[in-house]
């Protein structure tokens, strides 16, 4: 039996491409990974069975996942089990992350070493983020952000999460920007944080992205579609003293996260 942590990611950047003929947007964003995890834990069974600690859909990333590994290699029966830390609906990419885990730890418990080429073609067929999962760490991601370029791993680099009630469909999220007429921003590195986003996103998303910033943050922005946002912070002391404000004040879904390097966000026990 192996566990597979499944870390969530931030977007420090994300500009947002107009539509294209299939109905789908060229992104331009940096990825990084952070400390908050799902679970994942394989073995071999007599049987096939999925097991989760949340209600999810019959179709997820994970079976969709599965599946299609199955048309590529002979598999025999596993129980996989997903035991979920990172909210949903809040564009930190949970669903991504337990996609590429399961690809991940199948080459693991198998001994299989599936072709790079192969294996990144899976996890695009899975889901638009599923291949930075794959690599981890901090990368650039272009295209539909399948088109990757790694960046140097992070300092000793702390921050705060706060997942507000609200819930930020993506599909919902990119109708309501396709209403907006906005330049599509150049590439920027991560180091003052955008998000197209932000321009349709709930009030109470962009309430807090101003309380973080207020409450001593250095940057605050939101991550992905939403509804998640996020501040930065000098170290973890001052992580958790955000936190712990944010939480008198009725904030129960926040996180105190350090930024993963590429190591640390695709190990596997």
Known sequence: MIRIPCPAKLNLFLSVGPRDSRGFHPIRTVFQAISLFDELQLERS??????????????????????LLREVVPLPPLRVVLRKGIPTEAGLGGGSSDAAGLLRGVEALLELEIPRAERAALALAVGADVPFFLLGGRAVGEGYGEKLTP?????????????????????????????????????????????DF????????????????????????????????FGTVPDRPHAERLAARLATEGHDGAFVVKFLSRAESTHIS
């Open 46 to 67: 007599s049987v096939d069975s999925f097991e989760c600690d949340r209600d999810l859909p019959e179709a997820n990333t994970v079976t969709r996942a599965w599946s």
């Open 198 to 229: 932000e321009r349709v996103a709930p009030c109470q998303c962009l309430d807090l992205i101003e309380r973080l910033q207020v409450l001593g943050a250095d940057k605050a922005g939101l991550s992905g579609s939403g509804s998640a946002v």
């Open 151 to 195: 960046l140097p791993d992070p300092t000793d680099q702390w921050a705060v999460v706060v997942k507000p009630s609200a819930g930020c469909p993506t599909g919902l999220m990119y109708r309501a920007l396709d209403q907006k007429d906005y330049p599509w921003r150049e590439l920027g590195e991560g180091t003052d944080f955008y998000n």
